[in-house]
């Protein structure tokens, strides 16, 4: 006897990405230094994610406040996580956050120039500063550590499932993290569009 079992629709986010949706559909991402943020309103029943590898854009480099274009910084992508879920009738009073990664796994050495970029802790700072001066309350997390994590939102009761990434695997997200920061930042050295008003 078959069975007719129906399929979870699923999504699967890279650094930069953000998704929202009013779909109990599940949300799923890799994470080393990332961080990836889990916001939701239980009440109109909007969900969505975001995954971002800096905090910020570094105007003149120095202090690790790294932010660009779109969700790559975890100022935009939090911006554009919160807006999108308002635009889908989301609550601003209603939005709870589940906040994930910021893993110390990209052990860049330091120089002389900088210091060393400490860039998982930076991120789990931001995060929940960020969340706790837009007053939504963070839920839940798991943050910090020395290890990569796969998190899977569940949009049909907003809970977390999370894996930890066994070290010998945690150099695949090394790798992908190191060309994804390498190319955000020769991006962020580029001289700034003129603006027109």
Request: net charge positive.
């Amino acid at each position: 006897m078959s069975q007719n079992v129906k399929q979870v629709p699923k999504r699967f986010l890279r650094p930069g990405e953000h998704y929202v949706t009013n779909d109990p559909i599940v949300l799923s991402t890799l994470l080393g230094s990332c961080v990836a943020v889990c916001l939701y309103d239980p009440v109109e029943r909007v969900l969505g994610m975001n995954h971002f590898l800096l905090p910020m854009r570094n105007p003149a480099g120095g202090a690790l406040a790294l932010a660009s274009d779109a969700g790559r910084y975890g100022l935009w992508a939090m911006e554009l996580l919160i807006n999108g879920l308002l635009n889908h009738g989301a609550r601003r009073q209603n939005l709870r956050a589940k906040a994930f990664g910021g893993g110390n796994v990209l052990n860049i050495p330091h120089s002389a120039q900088a210091p060393r970029l400490q860039i998982g802790a930076a991120n789990a700072q931001f995060v929940r500063h960020f969340l706790h001066e837009d007053q939504i309350p963070l839920v839940a997390e798991d943050l910090g550590g020395d290890r990569g994590r796969q998190i899977f939102f569940d949009g049909a009761d907003f809970s977390v499932y999370l894996r930890r990434i066994p070290a010998r695997q945690d150099q695949q997200i090394v790798v992908a993290e190191r060309a994804y920061l390498h190319h955000t930042l020769k991006v962020q050295r580029r001289p700034a569009p003129a603006e027109f008003f």
